[in-house]
């Protein structure tokens, strides 16, 4: 108990020098950093602001829901049927689409099913008390098989035209509509975690949830909202994707749920809860990005490029624990 | 401490009780699926999932999650296919020996990041997963080992029938059996259970929860490996995707058992009957004549009312807050990567 009351709470934006130094996120830019120049030494397409937004989009979709779904694991809950959550409001999307009707009503289809199936999550796991990871293994099975049921194997492509505008379309000169959404999403993240109320009990709920219900806070209330924003973000990805590739398959956005918590994890949210921030978050999604992007242009398949991730994740979370180490070790002998 | 024994025996009564009106279910609106015949090949589908949550069981109740188990399944179900296309004399008896000393390798490094390092296991078998299933690619390039490919011997083993049963069926049986004598029996097995349940006392009495940890996962890897054989074996072919997306199903299988995923509780038979229920849900569909594609739908929807029905049967009114609290120590310890307990310095 002593030691975890001496741990520092490692989720105040304090800016003096040193502090932003030795930060996870200055890590992060570094690395960006490094592994954007190497790209644009060895490819001479790299460099390219065409080429640069084109990449924009490899990430931008999973990034979206990777931003409220850092506040959930950041409270010690985490949401693995976002993958299935796209695919069924993308199935709902596809069917008012065949309808006729018109681009608002789809998009509101697509994010109104994201949010109710957050709210079923968040109801599951609220009411009765069980770990999130299990209730969202089975909804992730559910939602993704509901989609299964209603599809077989057809394709659903009937969106109207104006409906590519949103996984297509530029807002001004190469910034796409989806980066425009992403930066405006992850600005809004940013205040609600690092500068209102409800992000300060976010982390209260991450560390220490016992004493955040004694404290008042609403817990099961909290996440509640946190399970209905992811679902809203997934429903918001789901337009976004089935907007850029003009069909629904049920196989649409498949194990997108693991590169999301690569993602936030790598970001440097604690898995276990309590602490991470937003901007490393986005940080992690440009440095997914630009790393799927520069291993693309040299022709290296996807599923290697997986390999490369899943490195990437375990020696970044790692290092840390061997500097620690390290560290300790030295003390000891001084 | 009799209670709870008393308790844990009912639970996996009654889920034995909904397997068993399953099948009468399931029988008594198509008799075919009652056939002795039937339900052998039902129990025969079902056995590489039962080894596999087995496995993720001992894992589970340590307090991690091996979500590679599937990218490990595949991964030596491709070297060992390759081995033997391009060595048809080597004894397949070899192979299958290889198979499970390079599974139990595989979780080993799983393991050995999770007890040295301290590092979640959900985030280091994330990475692994992604990494063993790469490696299937650069190993074969993106090509299938096909049925010709592979020798008489290698495809015979799991089809051939002993008493009437596959063999495939008897290794399943033969690692429940000895699942349930460790569990039950060894101190071994107990560990497991010890180190689950209250790290910070396991800790005390002398078990050294890491290293604990990590032995399930060598003995999760280990099975995973075998199984790469009997799949690839079975299905008789070997290529980058196969059993993509398994681990869910196999840690669905144990949370259908009542594997409390807070680690800790759980019985061989849980884990069991679990899997027993995902398998025959995938079987009979066809036979009672609903479209296999709601298959996944109704795999999701049983998960979720089975541990609805156990975190119910659980609920003590009133405790939830301490039992968070305890959650809570638990994950503070794990965090900080080492048992050593607070000495207050």
Same mark, same amino acid.
């Given at each position: 108990?002593e030691?975890?009351?001496?741990?520092?709470?490692?989720?105040?934006?304090?800016?003096?020098?040193?502090?932003?130094?030795?930060?996870?996120?200055?890590?992060l830019l570094?690395?960006?950093?490094a592994?954007?120049i190497?790209?644009?030494?060895?490819s001479?397409?790299?460099?390219?602001?065409?080429?640069?937004?084109?990449?924009?989009?490899?990430?931008?979709?999973?990034?979206?829901?990777?931003?409220?779904?850092?506040?959930?694991?950041?409270?010690?809950?985490?949401?693995?049927?976002?993958?299935?959550?796209?695919?069924? +409001?993308?199935?709902?999307?596809?069917?008012?689409?065949?309808?006729?009707?018109?681009?608002?009503?789809?998009?509101?289809?697509?994010i109104?099913?994201?949010?109710?199936?957050?709210?079923?999550?968040?109801?599951?796991?609220?009411?009765?008390?069980?770990?999130?990871?299990?209730?969202?293994?089975?909804?992730?099975?559910?939602?993704?098989?509901?989609?299964?049921?209603?599809?077989?194997?057809?394709?659903?492509?009937?969106y109207?035209?104006?409906?590519?505008?949103?996984?297509?379309?530029?807002?001004y000169?190469?910034?796409?509509f989806?980066?425009?959404?992403?930066?405006?999403?992850?600005?809004?993240?940013?205040?609600?975690?690092?500068?209102?109320?409800?992000g300060?009990?976010?982390y209260a709920?991450?560390?220490?949830?016992? +004493?955040?219900?004694?404290s008042?806070i609403k817990v099961?209330?909290?996440?509640?909202?946190?399970?209905?924003?992811?679902?809203v973000?997934?429903?918001?990805?789901?337009?976004?994707?089935?907007?850029?590739? =003009?069909?629904t398959?049920?196989a649409? +956005?498949?194990?997108?749920?693991?590169?999301?918590?690569?993602?936030?994890?790598?970001?440097?949210?604690?898995?276990?809860?309590g602490?991470?921030?937003i901007p490393?978050?986005?940080?992690?999604?440009f440095?997914? =990005?630009?790393?799927?992007?520069?291993?693309?242009?040299?022709?290296i398949?996807?599923?290697?490029?997986?390999?490369?991730?899943?490195?990437?994740l375990?020696?970044?979370i790692?290092?840390?624990?061997?500097?620690?180490?390290?560290q300790?070790?030295?003390s000891?002998?001084? | 401490?009799?209670?709870?024994?008393?308790?844990?025996?009912?639970?996996?009564?009654?889920l034995?009780?909904?397997?068993?009106?399953?099948?009468?279910?399931?029988g008594?609106?198509?008799?075919n699926?009652?056939?002795?015949?039937?339900?052998?090949?039902?129990y025969?589908?079902t056995?590489?999932?039962?080894?596999?949550?087995?496995?993720?069981?001992?894992?589970?109740?340590?307090?991690?999650?091996?979500?590679?188990?599937?990218?490990?399944?595949?991964?030596?179900?491709?070297?060992?296919?390759?081995?033997?296309?391009?060595?048809?004399?080597?004894?397949?008896?070899?192979?299958i020996?290889?198979?499970v000393?390079?599974?139990?390798?595989?979780?080993?490094?799983?393991?050995?990041?999770?007890?040295l390092?301290?590092?979640?296991?959900?985030?280091?078998?994330?990475g692994?997963?992604?990494?063993y299933?790469?490696?299937?690619f650069?190993?074969s390039?993106?090509?299938?080992?096909?049925?010709?490919?592979?020798?008489?011997?290698?495809?015979?083993?799991?089809?051939?029938?002993?008493?009437?049963?596959?063999?495939?069926s008897?290794?399943?049986?033969?690692?429940i059996?000895?699942?349930?004598?460790?569990?039950?029996?060894?101190? !071994?097995?107990? $560990?497991f259970?010890?180190?689950?349940?209250?790290?910070?006392?396991?800790?005390?009495?002398?078990?050294?929860?890491?290293?604990?940890?990590f032995?399930?996962?060598v003995?999760?890897?280990a099975?995973?490996?075998?199984?790469?054989y009997?799949?690839?074996?079975?299905?008789?072919v070997?290529?980058?995707?196969?059993?993509?997306?398994?681990?869910?199903?196999?840690?669905?299988?144990?949370v259908?058992?009542?594997?409390?995923?807070?680690?800790?509780v759980?019985?061989?038979?849980?884990?069991f009957?679990?899997?027993?229920?995902?398998?025959?849900i995938?079987?009979?569909?066809s036979?009672?004549?609903?479209?296999? !594609?709601?298959?996944?739908?109704?795999?999701?929807?049983?998960?979720?009312?089975?541990?609805?029905?156990?975190?119910?049967?659980?609920?003590?009114?009133g405790?939830?807050?301490?039992?968070?609290?305890?959650?809570?120590?638990?994950?503070?310890?794990?965090?900080?990567?080492?048992?050593?307990?607070?000495?207050? $310095?």
């Amino acid at each position: 108990m002593e030691q975890s009351a001496k741990l520092p709470i490692p989720n105040t934006l304090s800016t003096p020098l040193k502090s932003l130094l030795v930060r996870w996120e200055t890590f992060l830019l570094a690395v960006f950093a490094a592994v954007f120049i190497a790209f644009s030494v060895t490819s001479p397409y790299f460099l390219n602001v065409w080429n640069l937004s084109d990449a924009t989009f490899n990430f931008t979709e999973r990034a979206l829901i990777a931003l409220p779904m850092a506040m959930l694991i950041i409270c010690r809950e985490i949401d693995l049927s976002v993958a299935s959550i796209i695919a069924l +409001a993308s199935v709902a999307m596809g069917y008012v689409a065949q309808t006729g009707a018109d681009v608002p009503l789809i998009v509101l289809t697509g994010i109104t099913v994201g949010l109710l199936c957050g709210l079923f999550n968040g109801f599951v796991v609220t009411t009765f008390g069980i770990p999130s990871i299990v209730v969202t293994i089975g909804t992730m099975s559910l939602f993704r098989g509901i989609t299964q049921g209603l599809m077989g194997n057809q394709v659903l492509r009937d969106y109207p035209f104006e409906f590519a505008f949103f996984g297509q379309g530029y807002v001004y000169w190469v910034f796409s509509f989806q980066f425009v959404l992403f930066l405006s999403c992850a600005l809004l993240f940013y205040i609600l975690l690092h500068r209102t109320n409800f992000g300060r009990r976010t982390y209260a709920i991450g560390n220490n949830p016992t +004493a955040a219900e004694f404290s008042g806070i609403k817990v099961r209330r909290h996440k509640m909202i946190l399970f209905a924003m992811v679902g809203v973000m997934a429903g918001v990805a789901s337009v976004l994707l089935t907007s850029r590739l =003009g069909s629904t398959r049920p196989a649409i +956005a498949f194990g997108w749920e693991l590169s999301i918590v690569t993602m936030v994890v790598l970001g440097g949210v604690n898995i276990l809860g309590g602490s991470g921030t937003i901007p490393g978050v986005v940080i992690a999604a440009f440095l997914m =990005g630009v790393v799927t992007f520069g291993l693309g242009l040299m022709n290296i398949p996807g599923i290697v490029m997986n390999i490369i991730i899943g490195l990437m994740l375990i020696t970044v979370i790692s290092i840390p624990v061997i500097m620690r180490r390290i560290q300790q070790h030295r003390s000891r002998h001084l | 401490m009799n209670s709870i024994v008393e308790f844990l025996k009912r639970r996996e009564v009654l889920l034995g009780i909904v397997v068993l009106c399953m099948i009468a279910i399931i029988g008594s609106i198509n008799p075919n699926f009652l056939q002795i015949r039937n339900l052998i090949s039902v129990y025969n589908d079902t056995s590489i999932l039962i080894i596999l949550a087995l496995g993720q069981m001992l894992v589970i109740l340590t307090r991690c999650i091996d979500l590679s188990v599937a990218a490990n399944l595949a991964l030596t179900g491709m070297v060992v296919g390759l081995l033997n296309a391009a060595f048809p004399g080597f004894p397949v008896e070899g192979l299958i020996v290889l198979a499970v000393l390079m599974g139990a390798c595989l979780g080993a490094i799983n393991g050995a990041f999770v007890w040295l390092l301290g590092v979640p296991a959900i985030v280091v078998t994330l990475g692994t997963m992604s990494i063993y299933r790469g490696s299937i690619f650069l190993l074969s390039g993106g090509d299938w080992v096909n049925a010709h490919q592979m020798s008489p011997a290698f495809l015979a083993i799991p089809r051939q029938l002993f008493l009437g049963v596959p063999v495939l069926s008897w290794m399943s049986l033969i690692v429940i059996a000895l699942m349930v004598y460790i569990t039950r029996f060894r101190p !071994f097995g107990r $560990q497991f259970f010890a180190a689950g349940g209250n790290p910070r006392a396991a800790f005390y009495t002398g078990i050294n929860v890491g290293f604990v940890q990590f032995r399930a996962f060598v003995i999760s890897g280990a099975l995973a490996g075998l199984c790469g054989y009997l799949w690839v074996s079975r299905y008789a072919v070997a290529y980058t995707e196969v059993a993509n997306g398994f681990e869910l199903q196999v840690v669905a299988a144990c949370v259908i058992g009542g594997i409390s995923i807070m680690g800790g509780v759980g019985t061989v038979a849980g884990a069991f009957l679990g899997a027993l229920f995902l398998g025959i849900i995938s079987n009979s569909l066809s036979i009672i004549g609903v479209s296999q !594609f709601w298959q996944m739908a109704i795999s999701g929807a049983v998960i979720i009312i089975a541990v609805i029905a156990n975190s119910r049967s659980e609920k003590k009114p009133g405790r939830i807050i301490l039992r968070e609290a305890v959650a809570a120590d638990a994950i503070d310890e794990s965090a900080r990567g080492d048992t050593r307990p607070a000495t207050g $310095q």
